[in-house]
């Protein structure tokens, strides 16, 4: 009895549990509002310049595309979310972290485990990104440098950055029943098409009609007439088929394929007498014979 409570009980809590995990960068409120940040992950990295004349690149949700060149990471095979092209070397600003927190007044991104800070023993390149819903911004947007720390643009190690962008703001999750209406909507759509190709090829060629009469008829007379004529075609080219793979050369039908070797030990006597290199068999009996 315990155990059949127990099964109820795990049935119950698994799905909540795989359901509350999020996807990457995307994430719920306290108000079950969602949030899905994968739209600002591009094929070409997001760049801008410091104030200093640094070129920064930056992508979302997955590494960056511009390869990196004198980073200071041992691991040349990781996923960059962000550096500061310097002119002795890149400065990494974080690794790829596809998991957001939801802060007053957006969502934040933090990135740590970047490049050794100079002069700071220990510390690594990090950055964090606060995206603000602005409706405004029809595009992906550009992020902001708001600040980096310490001040002097060589020796930074920490980054601030500001991302204003429509992809911030709330958007519908599609679920199950979201992803089921989708299907079926196409599924619509493509039978609907097909039928109106089939119905207009069956009044053309079928029953000889011209100009706008031709057309399909949504009815459910003619989509019975088109469904019969249909099956029927099907049916006549599956025997058709099945007719020309019967009637193949007998040859083919008794060659093993797998061995190619004869399955008829008869057929394999003829074909070795028709042989003109094979030596004739009473010959060479008669032979051994008068020997």
Known sequence: MLSYWWRLGLLLVL?????????????????????????????????????????????LCGGIKTKPWKTGLDDSHIDIAGLVRRDRGDFVI??????LEVKDGGLMLRQSQGSPCTGMEDERGSSTILFICDMSVYS????VL????????????????????????????????????????????????AFMVISTIYNRFVLRQRGFDQLPKFTFGHAR?????SSEFVHALVDYVAAAWNT????????????????SRDEEE???????????REYAHGTEEGD
């Open 146 to 193: 708001l600040d980096s720390w310490p001040s002097e643009e060589d020796r930074a190690c920490h980054y601030e950055f500001e991302w204003r962008t429509h992809y911030a703001c709330p958007v519908g999750e599609r679920g199950f029943f979201g992803g089921l209406i989708v299907f079926l909507t196409i599924s619509t759509i493509i039978f609907l098409m």
């Open 225 to 229: 007439e088109v469904w019969e004529v």
């Open 140 to 143: 992906a947007g550009k992020p």
């Open 270 to 280: 003829a074909l070795r007498s028709s042989d003109p290199l094979e030596p004739n």
């Open 15 to 59: 799905p909540s549990a795989i359901f509350a995990e999020e996807k990457p960068c995307t994430v719920h409120d306290s108000a079950n509002n969602y949030y899905d940040l994968n739209p600002l992950r591009t094929s070409k990295d997001h760049q801008f310049e410091t104030d200093g004349g640094h070129t920064v690149y930056l992508n």
């Open 94 to 99: 974080g690794l790829v972290n596809t998991t």
């Open 248 to 263: 193949r050369p007998s040859g083919f039908r008794n060659v093993n394929s797998a061995s190619h070797h004869w399955t």
